[in-house]
């Protein structure tokens, strides 16, 4: 095998196989605010569809972060030889805000569901200004269980009929200013107790309330045709008793796929929460992407950095034998189509820059919403 040149070194003398042909297949976090030169031959040799950032990327500097953050960003572009590169972050407003300082802090949707379309174009005009073209918003969720914490007020409401408008408006904002949303947290985790940030959690309700309730947020949205769709690391007791839905086929093949007919791109849920940790990464790739999962992300680890678990995850998938399949084949396409809509998208978004980030427009917008 050629060597492949990396920024530093070339993958033979750092002893890497070149994987490049799953690099579609991977967003994968990154550690901090600026490449290491170890991060920078990884995402060579790897070449992952895109990166998301967390608050320990960004620079704990209130007047040169968003510089810092562009040359971050512009070094994973070179990296990984990818102009198109998807630059993602969980954007919701309350405590789902990763920025130090600058970017207008809205509430959380619960908040600013009667102003979903203004929250929505207000978000996207500040994350295009600062160079991300993915947001992992909106939620879908219904919070239908008071104990739940990990939604909560993250959902637009505690019926499932009220949801689906402020979720649509919200897209269809954020999306005109040049950023790409995503469905989520695909069936449902708005009914469970237990958080999948630190276990499995599972939910044994009937299939009529959970077809009424989890799922029909996401069967009005999917009339839509979104282009992304999170799945939950959840296990739905009355669809699969023994994989939660990021790992089942079951939900994701034979529900999303065939009697939904979802024909977008299904990423997982950070595959490092704790509800999957019991399952080694490679294997973990593997029950995903034959379960239904296009689009892996590794982002935040807490055990070490994003992309040696990616590498191994790719290892994986590579020992599998999974890359001559028909359904990876498909999923090569819809990736492909995916990236496409995201550039157009850019394309077609009016221009914006740092001067945007909580323009008076938008803290009046924030104000408005949080007294409101």
Request: charged share 25%; net charge neutral; aromatic share 6%.
């Given at each position: 095998m050629l060597a492949l040149e990396v920024g530093y070194q070339t993958t033979e003398q750092i002893g890497m196989m070149d994987y490049r042909h799953w690099g579609d297949f991977f967003i994968v976090g990154l550690e901090g605010p600026s490449l290491t030169s170890r991060e920078a031959s990884l995402l060579a040799a790897l070449s992952?569809?895109?990166?998301?950032?967390?608050?320990?990327n960004f620079a704990d500097d209130a007047d040169r972060w968003p510089e810092i953050l562009?040359?971050?960003?512009?070094?994973?572009?070179?990296?990984?030889?990818?102009?198109?590169?998807?630059?993602?972050?969980?954007?919701?407003?309350?405590?789902?805000?990763?920025?130090?300082?600058?970017?207008?802090?809205?509430?959380?949707?619960?908040?600013?569901?009667?102003?979903?379309?203004?929250?929505?174009?207000?978000?996207?005009?500040?994350?295009?200004?600062?160079?991300?073209?993915?947001?992992?918003?909106?939620?879908?969720?219904?919070h239908a269980e008071p104990q739940n914490q990990v939604i909560g007020d993250r959902a637009f409401a505690t019926d499932p009929a009220d949801v689906p408008q402020p979720a649509l408006a919200f897209l269809r904002a954020?999306?005109?200013?040049?950023?790409?949303?995503?469905?989520?947290?695909?069936?449902?985790?708005?009914?469970?107790?237990?958080?999948?940030?630190?276990?499995?959690?599972?939910?044994?309700?009937?299939?009529?309330?959970?077809?009424?309730?989890?799922?029909?947020?996401?069967?009005?949205?999917?009339?839509?045709?979104?282009?992304?769709?999170?799945?939950?690391?959840?296990?739905?007791?009355?669809?699969?008793?023994?994989?939660?839905?990021?790992?089942?086929?079951?939900?994701?093949?034979?529900?999303?796929?065939?009697?939904?007919?979802?024909?977008?791109?299904?990423?997982?849920?950070?595959?490092?929460m704790a509800a999957l940790q019991h399952v080694p990464p490679g294997e973990r790739a593997v029950l995903a992407v034959t379960a239904g999962i296009d689009l892996l992300l590794e982002g935040n680890p807490k055990d070490g950095p994003a992309l040696e678990y990616a590498w191994e995850m790719a290892e994986g998938l590579e020992a599998a034998?999974?890359?001559?399949?028909?359904?990876?084949?498909?999923?090569?396409?819809?990736?492909?189509?995916?990236?496409?809509?995201?550039?157009?998208?850019?394309?077609?978004?009016?221009?914006r820059d740092v001067a945007v980030l909580n323009c008076s427009e938008h803290q009046e917008l924030c104000t408005s919403v949080t007294e409101g």
């Open positions: 992952p569809l895109g990166i998301i950032l967390f608050a320990k562009a040359r971050l960003i512009a070094d994973a572009k070179e990296a990984t030889g990818r102009p198109s590169l998807l630059v993602s972050i969980d954007h919701e407003g309350g405590r789902v805000h990763r920025f130090p300082s600058r970017v207008t802090r809205f509430p959380y949707a619960r908040a600013w569901a009667h102003q979903a379309a203004a929250v929505g174009r207000a978000m996207g005009r500040e994350l295009h200004a600062l160079g991300f073209n993915l947001n992992f918003a909106p939620v879908l969720d219904v954020m999306e005109a200013e040049g950023v790409l949303g995503c469905i989520k947290h695909f069936p449902g985790h708005g009914a469970t107790v237990a958080d999948s940030h630190f276990e499995l959690p599972h939910l044994d309700v009937s299939l009529d309330v959970f077809r009424s309730r989890e799922l029909h947020p996401f069967i009005e949205l999917l009339k839509h045709e979104p282009q992304l769709l999170m799945s939950a690391h959840v296990r739905y007791l009355a669809l699969d008793s023994a994989r939660p839905a990021t790992l089942s086929r079951r939900i994701l093949h034979e529900l999303l796929r065939g009697e939904l007919q979802y024909r977008g791109v299904v990423v997982s849920d950070d595959l490092e034998g999974l890359g001559a399949t028909a359904e990876i084949r498909c999923a090569r396409e819809r990736l492909a189509t995916l990236v496409g809509h995201v550039d157009r998208l850019q394309a077609a978004a009016p221009r």
